[in-house]
């Protein structure tokens, strides 16, 4: 993991993600041309806020989602965010749609 | 049930919903064309979030549906995913019309 | 009550009402042509929620009406649902104007 | 009381209202032609609800007014409800400005 | 204080307010045409409601201002009521600005 | 202080606030043409409200400016209040910036 | 820390924020135009409000960040402040993305 995504501590209910690389084959082999790839909609969890807080209560609650995690993203939403040149994707927690359990 | 949908946890009250065939023919054995056919408001729930949560006091409430239950959709909503070539769409508990009982 | 009535189990605050027979002769006797009959805002429940979720604090409340109740419904508002090609209306008790009692 | 009207029992924090009668007269005794009597901002009450349900704790409070008490409506909203050829208005108890308390 | 006026018992936080004279004479004595007198944001209060319901916890706050209070009312907002040909503003509490001490 | 400021009693969680004179003079004693001079967005507290209402549990919490306290105000809102031909402006408590300790 | 910095206390949950220097030159050495040079997100907290107030029980809830953390800010928002001819910039607590731990 970089240095700055190491310091990077996302606040809150902030979760921040590396999307999954696009597919560059069809499953065929076919080669897909850079623009038809498209944005993929999962990803990694590289950095959790830390909790989210209660609105009525004030009580913080830890996220559902931890570092490692693979997730499935929402179509649209989300802040880029560029770290040591490298992109990522900050989404609240209640944005993410699903978790991806490993094989 | 397939590897991807195993793996797909979907988050709070986020349920999947496989959306029931629409009928090919009439009652009276006629073929409906593709077209012709619209969309199935019914469907069969395939995975469940992990609750709901309570904004004001924090606490979590099982979800009211169930792996297996068949519902009613309502004809608008709903977000499409696709896990190994094959379309569901997702869902929040509370815009589920019904529960449809087994006959 | 037909089979797909029975099996159709509202969420939550959902109601399912049959919406009363419009009047087909005026008092004095005259035909009224099916145009001119508008839509009859009264109905009679056929089916209930679980319970209305209270946001505050997750409690359930058993809804205000039950099956048999003859209602007022609002002029505007409803989902339409077509169960064995018989059309019922489904509402949100909160809009339910008024019960109205038998004679 | 007319059967309707005695068999009519609005929902919740509804409150049904007969509004007065618009002064034909004017105080030197000038008839008021019908389109210029304008409408009557006072009425009196006829049916209740059940009472307000609390958002927060559940909690139902009976409604600030009976029937029998002469009130002040607002210039706008309030649904127009039939109940054997007579005119009603439904109102929110929420929107009812004053009661108008007895000579 | 008129009959009409002790009859009138306003709802819950709303308060009966009847707006100071506007001068009709500048400081140096100059008589000012009526149009040039432009609206009075100073009145005293005449009537008050039951008090502020809470809608969290259902409670009943009484109003912080009471009749014969002198007050600072915005600019805008507020409801005409006539009462035996007087007219009066009805103002939310939440939406009056000051109290004015006596000298 | 003014019999009219001492007698203004802001309701609730107003705050009134006499802005700070424009400078004149720019740094290097250049005369700042009074067009120029721009709207000053700090001020002192001249008179505060009663205290904040919770609008959860209706508790009153004191406001956490005073009397005398330098503030720094948003660049829009507030309303013009005019006493005794002094200007002033009232703000909420939730709308002032920052409170200028003394030096 | 100037004098008017360390006399400017924030209100409630506000943070005043010294943002970071846009780097004058590329990784390469070249020398970036000024107009070319874009906002940088980044910044230093150089003074905190009092606390974040919780609308539901009035509780006082410190806040997450401290004077001399460096933290990465959203792409808008935010209110100029002007110090003794030095800029900052104002932001709730709840707009802050992240923080940056220190190397």
Sequence with gaps: MSGALK??????DR??????EAATKSKGG???PEKAQGK???GTVVAVGTGAVNEANGQVRPLAVAVGDRVMLPEYGGTKIELE???YTLFREGDI???IAQD
């Design 7 to 12: 310091r990077f501590l996302p606040m809150f």
């Design 15 to 20: 979760v921040l993600i590396q999307r999954a």
């Design 30 to 32: 076919i080669l897909i």
């Design 40 to 42: 993929v909609n999962e």
């Design 85 to 87: 040149d490298k992109e």
């Design 97 to 99: 749609i699903a978790k």
